[in-house]
C-alpha cells in the first residue's frame, strides 16, 4: 500500500517556549509517578512515556500489591489529563491556559489519594532552571492548545518513523519512548557487548543507560542550545573518526555533545526535502551505519531482511 504524504506542521520554538516548559514540568511530574510505581527495567525503560493515539501516555502501572493497575493519559485532542485505575474510577484535569504547575500537581496527588494510590517522588524539577519544588511553581501556567497539537501531530508522526525502523533491526531495542527528563522521543539499537567502565563520579542513571555498547536515535523540540525542533544519532562508545563520516540527507551534520560527536538534523532543514519521511528514513540509517561499521558491529547479521528474502 502506498503511503500517504502528510502536511507537517511548523514547531518554532519561539513559538511556545513558555507552553512547552509548562507541559515539560507537567510531564516530569506524571513520569516520575510512574518513575515510583513500575518495577525497575533495564536502562531505565520503566519510567519512559508512549504515543499514543491521543496524546502521551504512562501505559499501564501497577499497584496495591500489583493486583491493581491505573494510567495516567495526557490527551491532547481534548487537552485533558486523564485517570483510570483498573476498577474503573475515572477522573479527568483540563490543561487549560493558566494551569499553574502547582495546581497541577496539587490536583494529581490529591486524586492519586482519592483512589488509593500514593507515589513518593522528588517533588522537584530534574534538569530544568527551576529550583522550586513542583508544588510551589505558580510562574509557569502557559497551556497553548494549538502548539500542543502540532507538537503532538509531529511526535505521533515520528513515532511511525520510528517505529519502522527500529523493525529493521534484530539485536536488541527499546521501545520507541519519550523520556520526560529531557521530552525527547527515542529509540535505541544494542550491539550486544558491554561497554567501558564509566567513571566513579558519573551517576546511576547513567551506569544503568550505558551500560552496553549502544547507538541511539532521537527527536526533541529543541532547548536553550538547540533553538528548534531537532533529530539526533550518537554512538556509545564512540569510534574514532565518527564525526568525519559522511551522513544524509546533506542538512545533516556533526556537532560536539561533551566531548563526542553528535548527529544532527534540524526539523526545518527536513521539511525542505521533497520526502520528508524518506529523507529522515536515511539520516536514521546512515547513522547506524557510520557507527555501526567503526564500531565493530555485525551489521550484516543484525539486519532484518525484507519477508521476500526469508
Known amino acids: 500500500m502506498r503511503k500517504r504524504r502528510i502536511a507537517l506542521p511548523?514547531?518554532?520554538?519561539d513559538d511556545w517556549e513558555d507552553t512547552k516548559l509548562t507541559l515539560h514540568l507537567f510531564l516530569q511530574i506524571v513520569g516520575k509517578i510512574r518513575l515510583a510505581l513500575m518495577p525497575r527495567k533495564n536502562h531505565w525503560w520503566n519510567v519512559t512515556l508512549y504515543v499514543s493515539a491521543t496524546g502521551l501516555t504512562t501505559g499501564p502501572m501497577p499497584y496495591d500489591d500489583g493486583q491493581e493497575k491505573c494510567e495516567i493519559l495526557f490527551d491532547f485532542n481534548e487537552h485533558r489529563l486523564k485517570v483510570f485505575t483498573s476498577r474503573g474510577e475515572h477522573r479527568t484535569l483540563e490543561l487549560r491556559e493558566r494551569l499553574s504547575v502547582a495546581e497541577f500537581h496539587t490536583w494529581l496527588f490529591d486524586t492519586l489519594r482519592e483512589l488509593s494510590l500514593e507515589p513518593r517522588i522528588l517533588g522537584k524539577?530534574?534538569?530544568?532552571?527551576?529550583?522550586?519544588?513542583?508544588?510551589?511553581?505558580?510562574?509557569?501556567?502557559a497551556y497553548q492548545p494549538d502548539p500542543v497539537e502540532r507538537f503532538f501531530k509531529l511526535l505521533r508522526w515520528v513515532d511511525g518513523v520510528f517505529q519502522e525502523f527500529s523493525g529493521r533491526f534484530y539485536g536488541k531495542t527499546c521501545p520507541v519512548h519519550?523520556?520526560?527528563?529531557?521530552?525527547?522521543l527515542a529509540v535505541t539499537r544494542f550491539s550486544g557487548r558491554r561497554g567501558p567502565p564509566l567513571p566513579a563520579d558519573r551517576g546511576i542513571a547513567d551506569k544503568d543507560a550505558y551500560s552496553h555498547e549502544v547507538i541511539s536515535f532521537g527527536f526533541w523540540v529543541g532547548d536553550e542550545n538547540v533553538r528548534g525542533p531537532a533529530f539526533y544519532s550518537y554512538t556509545y562508545p564512540s569510534p574514532d573518526g565518527l564525526g568525519s563520516e559522511s551522513i544524509a540527507p546533506g542538512a545533516a551534520h556533526w556537532i560536539d555533545s561533551g566531548g563526542s560527536p553528535m548527529a544532527l538534523l534540524m526539523y526545518e532543514d527536513l521539511?525542505?526535502?521533497?520526502?520528508?519521511?524518506?529523507?529522515?528514513?536515511?539520516?536514521?540509517?546512515?547513522?547506524?551505519?557510520?557507527?555501526?561499521?567503526?564500531a565493530g558491529w555485525d551489521i550484516e547479521d543484525l539486519t532484518v531482511p525484507a519477508l521476500s528474502e526469508l
Open 10 to 13: 511548523d514547531l518554532p520554538l
Open 178 to 184: 519519550l523520556y520526560w527528563h529531557h521530552m525527547d
Open 271 to 294: 521539511l525542505q526535502e521533497p520526502d520528508p519521511r524518506a529523507a529522515l528514513m536515511r539520516f536514521l540509517e546512515a547513522t547506524y551505519q557510520a557507527g555501526a561499521r567503526l
Open 125 to 141: 524539577p530534574y534538569d530544568l532552571p527551576v529550583t522550586k519544588q513542583f508544588s510551589e511553581i505558580t510562574e509557569y501556567a
